[in-house]
């Protein structure tokens, strides 16, 4: 039997939600103004990451491999894979470092600890935002643009990705805490998961690969979309990659039952949530003695 | 009504537990049961009214910032009941959880939100923070620039202006020059003057006399002493000879 009982006068407690978003925002703005300060190009920063990953693999696995012949658009389809994959790794890895960089506040001082995976979410938010400016400056340059139909698909997919993401990132948050192992673990796990998902390649390979080996299909595609991210980076594409809703585009053929997919992923991802904050609220009480 | 009461609150810790998979399994496999189990806080119960300037008293080891980390409620007790009315501000280590690549101006609103105050509120005040900060100028500076001296009188200026019911000091007087030490001491006597709660955590025993007019002593964890300051010495300079003759 142990509890902490915590009274407010009158008053203090209805104010307190407004504290926990005012926390937040401070959190968040912390990370975003601090970042880039004293640094000459700033902000843009931000984007010459993912524009160099989009360059390299561009021309190693469009022009060098030959990828980009047989897919149209082929800069848009990986740069939609890389914005998508990029978000949910910055997710996972932004909740970890938060944790371990938020040390000396959380020794310190009482608050709710999970407002720190949370304003990494958010931060990983703001990135993810830069580079869809420049994947619809794409658009602009390249002349096409995706369907309406086609967008639809976004919604459950960016709803999957957050949900899994932030579940995932918070439970691997908390037991890094107590096992530093996680920490390097996760490095070697997204790095496996990103070569996992159809980003550098299309879904229709894989079809194509295991008919090529004589291997049955159904059973290699539905191992391969267990990963939950599969289903979030082929819903990505179906909704911002623009020949997606084209017949050359579907010869890439995205997986039967792809709206089914996201919609399970969706609540899926969500029950992974709640398993996420549950677990994230009861290794946090002892966060301080553990960092 | 009481600001603070503790029943009978023990806080346990593991200590030197291993960090990696690699050291816990091959630990288990070999000394399975070997618990290095410390007892920081042992059975402790007292309980603090509004308005009373406590001092917790003990030497290194004794448990007081355990006991302390408690009351600012980052850590849980194992077991027993802890209950706080309040708003308490700890005023641990000043100038934690300031970003260093920030200004000061910006980081008095970081700091007044982990010690739970509005921003509107810290808006009205913020001439008076930087004020009593003396920062002058380099307010608008990155705290990175700054003086341990200077964080840590910004950090107290902040703290001491976000209007506590229960303000928890931690041997902070230790930073700064003398000058500024007399500011904060002639604060501190203000916000007990006002009727706040005030736990001071030393182990000088003239400076707990100064603020306080009741001292807690522990010792091992244990609670030794509950009575008025000035009965303390004889209890605090016995519970030094049983300290030293465990060691």
Redesign the interface.
Known sequence: ?????????SG?RA?NL??TF??L??LVS?EL??RY??SYLGWAWALVRPLVMLAIYGLIVGVVLGAAKSTPDFMIFIFVGLISWNLFASIINGSISSVMAGS????????PRILLPIAALIVALVDAMFQMAVLVLAYVIVGSWPSLGGLAYLIPAFLGLVFFGLGLGLILASINV????VNFLTEVVLQVGFWLCPILYSYGLVVRGAEAYGWPVGLITQVYLLNPMASVVLGFQKALWPPASTPEGSAFSFPGLLDERLLVLVFAGLAFLALGVWTFHRLS??F??EL | MEAISFNHVNKK?RVGHS????D?LYGSVGKRKKSNLLLAVNDVTFSINHGEAVALLGHNGSGKSTAL?LL?????????????????A?L??LG??F????TGR?NI??NG???????AYIREHINEIIDFSELGEFIDS?VKFYSSGMSARLGFAVAVHVEP?IVLIDEVLAVGDADFQKRCLDRMAILRDEGRTLILVTHSLPQAQEFCTRALVLDHGTLTFDGPINQVHQAYSSSTRSHVGTE
């Open positions: 039997m142990q509890s902490v009982i915590q009274k407010h006068p203090v104010l407004g504290l005012e926390l925002w401070v912390r103004r601090g300060r004293g000396s506040l959380i020794s310190k001082a009482s608050f107590y096992i530093r192992d009480r002892n301080a003695q | 810790f960090r990696s998979i690699k816990s980390k600012a409620r980052t850590i849980v007790p194992t077991s027993g009941q802890l209950v706080t009315n309040g708003r308490v700890p641990l280590e934690a959880g970003h260093p690549d920030l910006e609103f970081l939100a982990i010690l739970g105050v509005r921003r990155p019911e």
